[in-house]
Every structure is written in C-alpha cells, then in structure tokens.
C-alpha cells in the first residue's frame, strides 16, 4: 500500500495554473503567510489518474455488482441523472445570484426544479410542502426534530421528550438529541412491530414526537399505525416519519394519510441518487399544513403569473439549516429520476421492490432463522444464530459474500435481532441476480456444517484480509502529516 | 418499466415460490382504508424527453455572467482529469465503507484527503468530511462545549452571515449562550473580545479571510482565548491556505471551512464539501466518520472506520453527532484537486488570485468616488468597496452589461447599504477585470 503523498517527486508538476503574469511579488504581508507551501503531492497528471485508477479497482459499487446493503436501498442510479447535473445551466449557477437586486429572473429554471421536486414529493408523501434544504437523512431529522420544537413552542406546550422505538436507526435517537430532546426506548412485540401498549404507558404530555420508520427496519408493516398516530395526537404530540424505507410504500400508502405530520426522505435511496461512498445525499422534509409556517428559510414560492420567488420572510421559521437551497445537484437528479419514472413507474418501484425481498425471503428460510416469520416488504431480516452456534457468526457470512462476488448485507443491525442479516436487494435487481445471491447464501450455509474453518478465514480474495480494528481504535493513525511531523502517538 | 429488469414471466416464477397470487397480496398487511388511492403525477418521459426538458429549464438559468461573485462559494477552473477520476462509478455508486476489505479505495481515498487537510491548515487530525462550511461551524461549536464542559460562545461579525444564522437556528433550543463580537474596521476587535470572554467561554469562533475579505493573524487571539481555558475556531478558505498562515501555525484547535473551491462546481448550492480539522488531544472528541490506518492478521496495512463509539450508530442518543451519509465523493473530489494542483501548483494558483485581487482593486479604487471600505488591511481575493451610492442599483446596472459585479453588504449588514463585496478567481481575465471597471465606471 502506497499513499499518493509517497509517490511523490519534489519538481514534478501535473495541472498548470494560467497567466501568473500580473506581478512576482506576492502583494500581502509577510507576516500574514506561511512558512513554506502545503505538503500536497508532486505529480503528473498520468501519476494522479493512475493512483486513483488502482484505488478505484479495491472499491465495489452498484455498478460493479449486487449490493444488498439492507436499509441503504442500492438500487442502481440512472446515468442520465448525472449529465443533467452537470450542464453548465446548473453547474455553473453562483447561488447568491437571487440575493442579488434582479437575481431572481437569473434562477427561474434552477427554482422551477426545487418548486416541482417539492410538488413530487408532496403528491407522494401526502405531505401539504417540502423544503428542499436538508442535506442528508439524518440532517432532515434534525430539522424535522427542530420543527417539532418550534411547534410546541408556538403553541406554549411544555415538551421534553421523544419516543423512538428500539429497532429504529441510531440516527433518530441522536438527532432528537441534539435538537435538545430527552429520548425515550420503546420497545418491540413479539411482532417485531412497536409494543403499542408499551407505548400507550410511555405517552403523556411531556411527549413531543415519535419518531417512526415505516416499515420499520424488520422490513414489516406496522397496521396499527393509525391507532399509534391517534395516540400521539391525543397528547399533541407530532408523528415523525424516518423516510429511509419510503422504496416499500410507493404510490401504495402515503405518510400523511396514515397519520404522519413530518417526512423526510433520503434521495440518495428511494430516489436513486448514487451514494458516492458515503454521499452526498439529501433528505427533503415534508410537513402537513398545520406545520408550514415553520419550514427552515428561504422558501421556494410562486407569483401569480407563475415565475418563482425566494421567500426569506417567515417569522415563524426554524430559520436556515442550509447555506442555501440543499444538495441542488442531489436534488435535480431526483428529479429527472421522478419524471422518467412517472405514477406507474413509481408503482412498479414499489411493487417489485417487495416482491424481490419476499422472493429473498422465501427461497432463504428453511437455511437460516427468520426471527419474523411474516411478509415482509422491501427487505428481510435473518438471523445467523443457527449459524453462529457452528462457530460462523453473520460477520463471517458477510466476509464470504465477498469471496463469492457479492457486496454483503446489513450486519448485526437491527439490534433488536441477534446476529442479524438485513437483506434488502431493491426493484433493479433481476431474477438471475437474486438467485446468484440465494445460491451463495445457501452453500455458505451448508459450509458452515461441514468446513467452517474456510468460511473464517473469508475474505481471502481482497487485497487486504481482516483489519484489525481494535488496534485502529486503540493507537489511531489518522493522517500522514509529512517531513514536519508523524502521524504515529 | 424504467429500471426494472424482471419480466411479466419472471414474476409469476416468483410469485409461485413465495406463495402469493398476485403482487398486491405482498401489500396485504396495509389496512385497504391506509392505502393509496393514485397518484396525481404525470406519466413517465423517456429518457431523451427528460434530457430536452431539463436542458430547457438549465437555459432559464443565467449561467454565463461574468462573476465577480464570492462571499465564500468561489468559481475556481477545475481540471477535466477530474471529473473523469470521480465518475469512476467504484467510487461513485458505492455506499459508506462498512465492508472495509472491499471498500479499501474509498477508506484509502478518505484517510489521504484527511491528510491534505491537515497539511493544508497545519492541523493534526481531520475527519472524513461534514455537510458544508455552515454545518461545520456549528458542528465545532459543538465540539467545543464537549472539549471545555462550558456553555458560551463567542461569534464574531466578520464570520460569514450565513453561517451565523445557521448556528444560531441549531443552537436556538438548547440553552447555549450565544453571542456576537462586533469587529472593528474589518477585522475582530480584539478589545471587545477581551471584554466578552469569561471563564465560561467555551470557544471564540473567526473567519480567515474573513467575510469582508481582510485577512487577520490571529495568534494573539489564541493566546487570549487559551488563557481562559476556552478554545479558538477558525473557519478559512482553502485556496487562500496556498499561501496564508495556516490557522495551525496561528494556534487555533479548531479549523473548519467550506471545501467547495477544491473542485467542486457552485451549482446553486450544493453538494459542497465541511471539512474540519483539529489537534490530536481532541481527536476522540470530534464528530463525523474517520478513517485509520490499521493492519491485517497477514500484517498488510489498510483502513477502516474509526473511532466509532464516538457514532450515531453505536452510541445513539449519546453520540457527539447524529451525522452518518456525509459528504464523501466531495471529500474525494477535493483530494483529487489537491493533489492534481500539488504543493507548487496550489501556492501558484493562490498567488495569481491574490495578484488579480490586487490588480482589481487598484484598478477600480481609480474610479472617482469609489473608496476602499477598510483602509490599511491586507487581501487575499476578496475586498470590499464604498460606492457613492447603494449597490444595490449598481448591480442591477452591472447585470445589463452581463457582470456579476459582486455582492451587496447591505443585505446583511444594514449600515453598509453602499458597500460591494468583489471577488476574483484566476478564471477572471485581465480583459474581464478591466471591462468591470470600465462598466463601472461608465454608470458612476
């Protein structure tokens, strides 16, 4: 393993900066610049396209093969999204422009793309409006979260806690948190839906919000939802919904006519934005009409002759959780990815979306443990207990889905199902695929009665094996710092 | 349909082993009176009629401006090979690092942009990115009351507006002490500071070039911020650190900053690029993913995620952020401009924006009337105008001509309604500089 800083040939030059003629002396201070130049590397452009040309060949991405990655929906990411992002009508638009006196004129189509995806999302979610700022899933639960605070806060009520059920992602816990919520656990039934009596104890008027994902991330449907939002409402508390699992639900059932008040969506799953190895994403949030007035600032709104206006004058707003307008370029590509797709489209997302993880589901079942054994939607959850008491636990399932071409499942999350294995392959995925996948799945099942020793030395066809991730955590290396200092303690 | 590979046919198959008739018996747990009733959407385009409706909407934008816009998202050229390295789709279509041995390009990839960082701002540890520079001021606010157990924090007015309304709509709920600075002749006013700062300051947060542009060494605020037990945060401009004292070299322990100028494109606001850096003692105390360097059971180095009980993940509620999609690819994207820039390439680029500044500058200080706003202060691409009248109309003027002139300071700054905020990249020709003055000119 080479660093791209010890490729490094002190001289050698890659992009070349242009006309450098107005004049040698730096026109600053001295005593404002630094000692001696950044140590970046010194390469040729054939040296950097290389370098990461190689590291590119150690990643594996939807394009390169099947990526269950359960709750991530990777689903494959329409090229043409891309392009669009990419014309210069877009790209090159300074977002202070409509700041400026007689700017607004100047962003009329970039506007029209926030105004019309919002419209989109609001027909889909059965929400009232949708600002487009949140930059990420969990980013539109903090706003979401903030909503709710300015909410009550509005109405005079004395609020100090939300509830989250045990199966949700760690990112609700921690965004209400941070928007200044105590949280509270609440734990699932045999189901493994909400414990809707555990929950009735736990409501009383210090209840904000819930904050729920529906499905939840056992893939099921919880059918007492309305009975849970009435529930919520009765204390004035508000129905959060978590939009990572939106890819089940489709055009067949919408948040806000099942009682939720708040949405947001990760379009970087359900909208097929790609994931860039780890972003960026965007996570809209929806409101039903009660809670428009609090949206974050500016808001995209419409003259009556039907041009778009930027509206920075909403008292009651959370205020700007963005420098702008959110990820516009996350956004677009959701936006060609809605239009091409259209009512019926969106339909079928849904539709085979489910249909593939039951198929997943069915084919699995009798070689591990289904710790629900009911429909599911767009994904399932395994256990690899049977498994582990072999001695190959999920992890080491994981690791040998790699040796056998395949991008792994979720591990060990939810953590309400032990040695869990979240299998979520989305509507892209083809029949082939899926039975590539079942059959690998199920000879490593059958290893681990008769060669477990093979599947734990799995994976033996990366470049690496195994890292060993206490000694990563115990003596951390972070950063090569260069000639001056070490990265080591 | 679009994007769905299976037929009718391949259905039935499935459907039979699942056991179900049709589809919609999959959807059966979602009581009938929950479901949906349609969908008020448009049918589907095809990928040419998509292609032709966006390409419409892209020409209702007036892109092609000469723009003398900045205000800390700046129109650097970025080089070709570039997009072609991020495209790669192993990168582009990949999902954070959970499976490091088949995600070690991405996990390299992120531990070398988090040493570009710290070696650009002279700091020790960085993480693997945040949302965007506002988030990032926030996020080490937010640090800093972890670091110091304190509840105040200090701002000062010359950090950009925008990020100051974004702190203050995060923090609004949470019983921080928050409180403005007013700087003085376009710099923090080190008196006033002095006066604010108590043994409950958790952090002074500055930015460097600041928002009007005057670039400060804040060393001396260091001093005054540690010897109150309190922490510096300062937020810079990445191309300025070609050639700037590094925010390192001034003590500060916290760096954070927009990344959008390493590479990225404007478009309209986003995806862009928080990056943070800080010193190795609060290593254990920052938010965000970070990679480390580790070994295998063969002894071959490679990388992981790190750290991670500081995360959402593991550590829920009590985790130091609740952030987990971040903001990789732009990570990706800076380290690749850095590293196709270079450690000469950078300091040369940053040399030609200041020398273009500079040439602007004397250029349109000549026009009669036209003063500079903070006399005495050192530049790096960005300055401040007096205009003899508001600016407002003075860009909407300019904007007949096709020239972004700059931004107005009034929008946030009330008493400066006359005042125009220039920026200048190297894409900036001589020719454009002097057309604006020209132009301007011409209306005064």
């Known amino acids: 393993m080479k660093l791209i800083f010890d490729k490094s040939v002190p001289g050698r030059r890659a992009v070349r900066t242009t006309d450098a003629a107005l004049g040698d002396a730096i026109p600053i201070d001295r005593k404002m610049l630094r000692d001696t130049p950044a140590e970046l590397p010194e390469l040729s452009e054939l040296d950097v396209v290389r370098h990461f040309t190689e590291l590119s060949g ?77 930059l990420a899933g969990a980013h539109g639960e903090l706003t979401g979260a903030m909503i709710i605070a300015a909410y009550h806060k509005h109405k005079g009520n004395e609020k100090t806690t939300i509830l989250i059920p045990d199966s949700a992602h760690g990112t609700n816990p921690a965004s209400a948190a941070i928007a200044g ?56 508390g508000l ?53 428009t007035e609090f949206l974050p600032t500016s808001v995209v709104c419409a003259h009556d002759d039907g041009s778009y206006y930027l509206d920075y004058d909403r008292p009651k707003s959370i205020g700007y959780v963005a420098p702008f307008y959110g990820n516009f370029a996350i956004v677009l590509r959701a936006y060609a990815y809605m239009l091409m797709l259209g009512a019926e489209g969106l339909l079928r997302v849904s539709e085979n979306a489910v249909l593939n993880a039951n198929y997943v589901m069915a084919k699995l079942k009798g070689h591990y443990d289904l710790p629900i054994d009911a429909a599911c939607m767009h994904e399932c959850v395994f256990s690899a207990s049977r498994q582990a008491a072999d001695g190959v636990r999920a992890i ?50 059958e290893l681990t009665k008769t060669d477990p020793d093979q599947l734990l030395a799995c994976p033996v066809t990366t470049p690496v094996g195994q890292l060993d991730e206490t000694l990563a955590a115990r003596k951390p290396n972070v950063a090569s710092l260069g000639q001056s200092e070490n990265g080591d303690d | 349909m679009p994007f769905i590979a299976n037929t009718d046919a391949q259905r039935q198959e499935m459907l039979a082993a699942v056991g179900a008739e049709s589809v919609e018996d999959l959807f059966a747990n979602i009581p009938p009176e929950l479901r949906c009733k349609g969908l008020d959407i448009p049918p589907g385009l095809t990928e040419q009629e998509v292609r032709n409706q966006l390409a419409g909407l892209a020409e209702h934008n007036s892109s092609g401006l000469i723009s003398f816009l900045g205000g800390g998202f700046y129109d650097h050229f970025i080089p070709a090979a570039l997009n072609t390295i991020v495209s790669r789709s192993e990168f582009y279509t990949a999902y954070t690092p959970y499976q490091p041995e088949i995600s070690q390009g991405t996990l390299q990839a992120i531990y070398e942009y ?84 108590d043994d409950d300051t958790a952090a002074v947060i500055v930015q460097n070039p600041n928002f009007f542009g005057c670039i400060d060494d804040v060393t001396d605020l260091a001093e005054m911020v540690h010897a109150r037990g309190g922490l510096l945060i300062v937020s810079c401009y990445p191309i300025s650190l070609g050639l700037l004292k590094t925010p390192g070299e001034m003590n500060a322990d916290i760096v954070v900053g927009e ?16 990056f943070m850096a800080t010193r190795r003692k609060y290593l254990r105390k920052m938010p965000g993913r970070i990679v480390g360097l580790t070994v295998d059971a063969q002894g071959r180095e490679g990388f992981v995620l790190t750290l991670q009980a500081r995360e959402q993940h593991i550590r829920r509620e009590k985790a130091t952020s609740n952030i987990c999609t971040n903001q990789g690819l732009c990570a990706l994207t800076s380290l690749v401009y850095m590293s196709l820039l270079g450690k000469q390439g950078l300091a040369e680029l940053s040399g030609i924006c200041a020398h273009k500044a500079d040439y602007a500058r004397d250029l349109l200080l000549k026009i009669p009337g036209v003063t500079i706003r903070f006399p005495g202060r050192w530049y ?25 002139a700059g931004f107005p300071l009034g929008r946030y700054f009330p008493e400066m309604n006359n005042c125009l905020l220039v920026a200048v990249t190297e894409k900036r020709t001589k020719e454009e500089i002097d057309f604006l ?8």
């Open chain 2, 259 to 274: 990344g959008q100028s390493l590479g990225m494109s404007v478009s309209f606001g986003g995806p862009y690029l928080g």
């Open chain 1, 58 to 134: 150690k990643n594996y991405g939807v394009d390169s093969g099947f990526y269950p990655l359960g709750s991530c929906t990777m689903k494959y990411n329409p090229k043409v999204a891309d392009l669009i992002s990419q014309l210069p009508g877009f790209a090159d638009l300074h977002p202070l422009i409509p700041q400026l006196p007689g700017g607004e004129v100047m962003v009329q189509g970039a506007l029209a793309v926030l105004s019309e995806t919002g419209r989109l999302l609001s027909e889909i979610c059965g929400m009232a409006e949708f600002t487009m700022q949140p």
């Open chain 1, 181 to 236: 919520y105590d949280v509270k656990t609440v734990p699932s039934n045999a189901d493994g839906v909400i414990d809707v009596n555990a929950l009735r104890s736990m409501v009383d008027d210090s209840v904000a919000g819930v904050m729920l994902t529906c499905p939840n991330t056992l893939g099921l449907f919880n059918h007492h939802i309305k009975n849970i939002a009435d529930l919520v409402h009765s204390v004035d």
């Open chain 1, 396 to 445: 080491n399932i994981a690791k040998a889905l790699i040796d056998r071409g395949f991008h792994p499942m979720t591990v060990y999350f939810p953590l309400t199902v032990p040695e869990a294995m979240m299998i979520e392959p989305t509507e892209t995925e083809s029949k082939e695929t899926l039975d590539a996948f079942i059959d690998a799945m199920i000879e490593i099942a």
């Open chain 2, 437 to 444: 003055a020209h132009s301007l000119e011409v209306m005064l």
């Open chain 2, 380 to 404: 790096f691409n960005e300055f401040v105008l007096n205009l003899p009248m508001a600016a407002d109309k003075v860009i909407r003027g300019l904007f007949n001509r096709g020239l972004a």
């Open chain 2, 114 to 197: 988090q040493s570009a960082i710290c070696r650009l701002t002279g700091m020790e540890a960085a993480n693997a990115s945040l949302y965007d520079g506002g988030t990032a001021v926030y996020e080490a606010i937010m640090m800093s009351l972890r670091v110091t157990g304190r509840r105040k924090v200090l701002v000062d007015d010359s950090v950009s507006p925008i990020y100051r309304k974004m702190v203050r709509s995060y923090t609004s709920n949470l019983g921080i002490d928050l409180m403005e600075t007013q700087s003085r002749e376009g710099l923090p006013d080190r008196k006033a500071i002095a006066d604010q700062i």
């Open chain 1, 239 to 291: 129905m959060y919904y978590d939009g990572a699992n939106l890819n089940a639900l489709l055009g067949h059932c919408r948040p806000g006519e099942i009682g939720f008040d708040i949405v947001h969506v990760n379009l970087h799953k359900t909208f097929a934005t790609p994931h860039g190895g780890g972003g960026p994403g965007a996570g809209p949030v929806g409101v039903v009409e009660r809670l």
